[in-house]
């Protein structure tokens, strides 16, 4: 017969890669353009997407707003009844990076749609962004 391997390759979409910089806020890109309000909610987890909800939840929602939330250091800034979910973390910190989850919860046997994000953080000798902001908005 075939070797197993063949079978199991990953079945995980590729995994986007976000760069952030410690104690700034970092966005994790999520949108789902087939979004219902009346039919949708979402998950945000910490770690691989697994077989069903999320898990270490970070926040949740239903198709409109958020229904529960781990901190106020995660949040939603985009407009989620157009099904943009994207995660915001505030003032990130080292346990911060790793994988995260952004799952769509979608009516139906498997249909969710998992998306893993990657948050890279690093040290900014510099603050970015700073000091070349001037006269924006003043």
């Not at 939840?57 to 529960?68: E, I, K, N, Q, R």
């Not at 911060?96 to 989850?101: K, L, Q, T, W």
């Not at 994000?117 to 700073?130: F, Y």
Request: charged share 20%.
């Amino acid at each position: 017969g075939r070797p197993w391997t063949e079978i199991l390759l990953p079945t995980v979409s590729h995994e986007v890669v976000v760069m952030g910089f410690l104690g700034q806020s970092v966005t994790l890109p999520c949108v789902y353009s087939s979004w219902s309000p009346s039919s949708n909610s979402m998950c945000w987890g910490k770690g691989p997407c697994p077989n069903s909800r999320c898990k270490q939840v970070l926040l949740h929602t239903d198709g409109m707003a958020v229904t529960s939330g781990k901190s106020a250091k995660y949040g939603l800034q985009g407009n989620i009844q157009r099904g943009d979910v994207s995660l915001t973390i505030s003032n990130t910190n080292d346990g911060d990076r790793g994988v995260y989850c952004c799952r769509i919860e979608v009516p139906g046997w498997f249909n969710d749609v998992k998306k893993s994000i990657r948050l890279v953080l690093r040290r900014g000798e510099h603050r970015e962004g700073l000091g070349s902001g001037e006269g924006a908005g003043w």
